[in-house]
């Protein structure tokens, strides 16, 4: 599809083109031919929060659904600074280079005041934005726990109908609640520094324990000794911790995304995963599994934005947050008042 198919020209103003509205079809024949306009389009239909969107969006993920789940699916992970995006860089290349098609979910950072992206890790990774088979879509988090978009699911979907193999999910590792993205991908890579002794007890446990690798970063110079002694101090806690995947056991492995060494071996112990977990039947269950979070989550969303755009809770939310803020009233009736504001506001309109 070219641009003079999705695209209209302003008239009197020359080189300006404004976007003509996309049908279905539009949208699942670029998907499927791996148009990258078309696919951005794709995704930013999936992320709109308008009404007018849902419908369409959920048509166009319908009719690519069957061209989906051929994929891998992995979640990395780790505090900022630890050199996730260098590493994803240096992954994303390797893959490239052996054959793969690379998709990289880099969910940003989200301004505190716009709520807008910062769009850091595309400009981080100009190597691998710059190879024809890599898609790289900086989303902002929007403050949702772990950095994880509410539609990052449906955007790994897309991805895979446009063909790429290897779907890499960054997120923005403030070890909040990575379970978020645990629950959407086959294997989880939590990436560390070098340091270990006190860092290890920063590290919130539940972290650890949802990891399928644990990746001392940054093993390199002066750095090597001191990444391989973290190494060492990392295995010896994951040891006495139940393994995340079931017959996988979770190990620690230094690496160096500025040298690139440790990154082919990652992705062989990555490959070794698949193929273990899929013999075993395990990777489908996840998959399965995962796919009834998915129904559950989205309900949960419907329920909470139902609750936060009711005009009468909206309306009430300022005069009751300040009561409770100088304990004129506990939490737990402010709780029940706004859930009986929106319970009477369904019972009137009949449950609508």
Same mark, same amino acid.
């Given at each position: ?22 049908? =279905? ?5 670029g998907v499927l031919s791996n148009?990258?306009?078309? !696919?951005?389009?794709?995704?930013? !239909?999936? &992320? ?26 992995? +979640? ?6 630890? +050199? ?5 860089? #240096? ?14 979910? #880099? ?12 769009? +850091?890790?595309?400009t981080r990774m100009e190597k691998?934005?710059?190879?024809? @088979? ?19 699911? &449906? ?12 779907? !890499?999910?960054?997120?923005? +590792?403030?070890? @909040? ?19 270990? $002794?006190?860092? !290890? ?13 644990? #990746? ?32 996988? @056991?979770? $190990? ?37 599994? =995962? @796919? ?23 309306? &009430? ?32 309109? $009949?449950?609508?």
């Amino acid at each position: 599809m070219t641009r003079k198919q999705i695209d209209t020209p302003v008239n009197g103003m020359p080189g300006a083109f404004k976007r003509r509205p996309l049908t =279905q079809d539009d949208y699942v024949a670029g998907v499927l031919s791996n148009d990258r306009t078309i !696919l951005g389009r794709t995704i930013t !239909l999936l &992320e709109s929060n308008a009404p007018k969107d849902y419908d369409l969006a959920r048509q166009v993920l319908q009719a690519l659904l069957p061209k989906t789940g051929n994929s891998i699916r992995v +979640g990395i992970t780790g505090v900022p600074g630890v +050199g996730k995006s260098t590493f994803i860089e #240096a992954l994303g290349c390797f893959l490239i280079d052996a054959g793969h098609r690379v998709a990289v979910l #880099a969910v940003d950072p989200s301004s505190t005041i716009t709520r807008g992206s910062i769009l +850091g890790d595309k400009t981080r990774m100009e190597k691998l934005a710059a190879r024809p @088979q890599c898609f790289i879509r900086p989303s902002p988090s929007g403050g949702t726990l772990g950095g994880v978009t509410r539609k990052t699911r &449906e955007t790994i979907r897309v991805c895979e109908a446009a063909g790429y193999d290897v779907i !890499l999910v960054e997120t923005i +590792g403030v070890g @909040q609640n990575e379970g978020a993205v645990r629950a959407m991908v086959d294997f989880f890579l939590l990436m560390l520094l070098p340091g270990g $002794g006190d860092e !290890l007890q920063a590290i919130k446990r539940g972290v650890m324990e949802i990891a399928d690798a644990v #990746a001392v970063n940054k093993a390199d110079g002066p750095n090597k000794e001191k990444a391989e002694l973290a190494r060492e101090e990392y295995a010896r806690a994951l040891h006495y911790l139940p393994p995340a995947t079931r017959g996988w @056991q979770t $190990g620690a492995y230094t690496c160096s995304a500025l040298t690139g060494e440790g990154v082919p071996e990652t992705w062989a112990m990555i490959e070794d995963f698949r193929r273990i977990t899929r013999s075993s039947g395990v990777f489908a269950e996840r998959r399965n599994r =995962q @796919q009834v979070d998915w129904v559950f989550t989205m309900i949960e969303d419907h329920l909470k934005e139902s609750f936060f755009e009711d005009p009468q809770v909206k309306a &009430e939310i300022p005069a009751i947050t300040q009561q409770v803020m100088k304990d004129e009233l506990l939490p737990t009736s402010a709780a029940e008042r706004l859930l009986e504001l929106y319970y009477s506001t369904r019972e009137r309109s $009949g449950g609508k």
